[in-house]
């Protein structure tokens, strides 16, 4: 009976934990402007979250830049001049994909970079370990490895 009980208000507090989220629903003049909307707001990251995008944030700041995406959008802004505001405002940051310019040049070339460091790293030590060959052995040596292989185990 208690266990049946303990359940019972488990399921309830995670149904009435629902209620608390929020979902916000914006009406577009076209079925183009809300694909837009959802793929921008999959790029921009919340300033205060860091790592969620604005879609996906509850923070208030992301739930303001939602209203200005929106706005924006039906304004009939492109998507790089909403890119170009957002990092204006927030900085390069607030971008999952910066942009390529000098400041941001070793966000994209030092992951190829360590790669292909990597592979030569690897190549360089499986091209040594094949021509390194072993010495061979000494006939004292020849000598006391027949006898160990001819000796009954125990």
């Known amino acids: 009976m208690r266990s049946w009980v303990h359940t019972l208000l488990?399921?309830?507090?995670?149904w009435a934990g629902e209620g608390f989220a929020v979902i916000e629903t914006y009406e577009f003049s076209s079925p183009d402007l809300a694909a837009r909307y959802h793929r921008l707001s999959q790029e921009l990251r919340c300033?205060?979250?860091?790592?969620?995008?604005?879609?996906?944030?509850?923070?208030p700041i992301a739930r303001d830049l939602?209203?200005?995406?929106?706005?924006?959008?039906?304004?009939?802004?492109?998507?790089?001049?909403?890119?170009?505001?957002?990092?204006?405002?927030y900085g390069e940051f607030v971008r999952y994909r910066p942009?390529?310019?000098?400041?941001?040049?070793?966000?994209?070339?030092?992951?190829?970079?360590?790669?292909?460091?990597?592979?030569?790293?690897?190549?360089?030590?499986?091209?040594?370990?094949?021509t390194a060959s072993p010495a061979p052995l000494t006939a004292a040596e020849q000598a006391q490895l027949e006898k160990l292989l001819k000796e009954p185990r125990a």
């Open 66 to 89: 939602r209203v200005v995406l929106h706005d924006q959008l039906e304004q009939g802004a492109s998507d790089e001049e909403i890119l170009a505001f957002m990092v204006a405002r």
């Open 10 to 14: 488990m399921c309830f507090s995670l």
């Open 47 to 59: 300033p205060k979250c860091q790592n969620q995008n604005i879609a996906d944030s509850n923070a």
């Open 99 to 130: 942009s390529v310019d000098r400041q941001t040049i070793w966000l994209w070339v030092a992951p190829l970079g360590l790669m292909c460091m990597g592979v030569m790293a690897l190549a360089w030590h499986f091209r040594n370990r094949q």
